[in-house]
């Protein structure tokens, strides 16, 4: 599946965002969906995750009780909301999707995932 992140700009810290994650193709819902972002100079990494059925989800110690995961499987897409952000939420943000039969398991690993969406750009100003 192809997948195509929106959503990024310059806000300023404390301001809210939302990312937006509409694949190409209507197979979605076989799809657990995940976030990740990347830092200048840093390696990819978890943001959030959700299940197939969007019945569990999971966020990184850094986000939790500030991001929401959600997905529309009507609408194909998967959202990030973004509130209270901080200058280090600054990142590329990428959306990831894995296949799969299981639908209530959210994935964690950046290695599970095999559709990668092009990157937002999140700039949080202080």
């Known amino acids: 599946v192809q997948l195509q992140a929106s959503g990024g700009g310059l806000v300023q810290a404390g301001d809210s965002l939302r990312l937006s994650c509409g694949p190409s193709?209507?197979?979605?819902?076989?799809?657990?969906m995940g976030w990740f972002r990347q830092a200048l100079g840093k390696e990819r990494e978890f943001v959030a995750a959700?299940?197939?059925?969007?019945?569990?989800?999971s966020y990184s110690d850094s986000v939790k009780g500030r991001f929401t995961i959600s997905r529309d499987n009507a609408k194909i897409s998967t959202y990030l909301q973004m509130n209270s952000l901080k200058p280090e939420d600054t990142a590329v943000y990428y959306c990831?999707?894995?296949?799969?039969?299981?639908?209530?398991?959210?994935?964690?690993?950046?290695?599970?995932?095999?559709?990668w969406g092009q990157g937002t750009l999140v700039t949080v100003s202080s």
């Open positions: 990831a999707g894995k296949r799969t039969m299981i639908s209530g398991n959210y994935y964690l690993d950046i290695n599970e995932y095999d559709s």
């Open positions: 193709r209507r197979t979605f819902g076989s799809y657990a």
């Open positions: 959700i299940s197939q059925n969007g019945g569990t989800t």
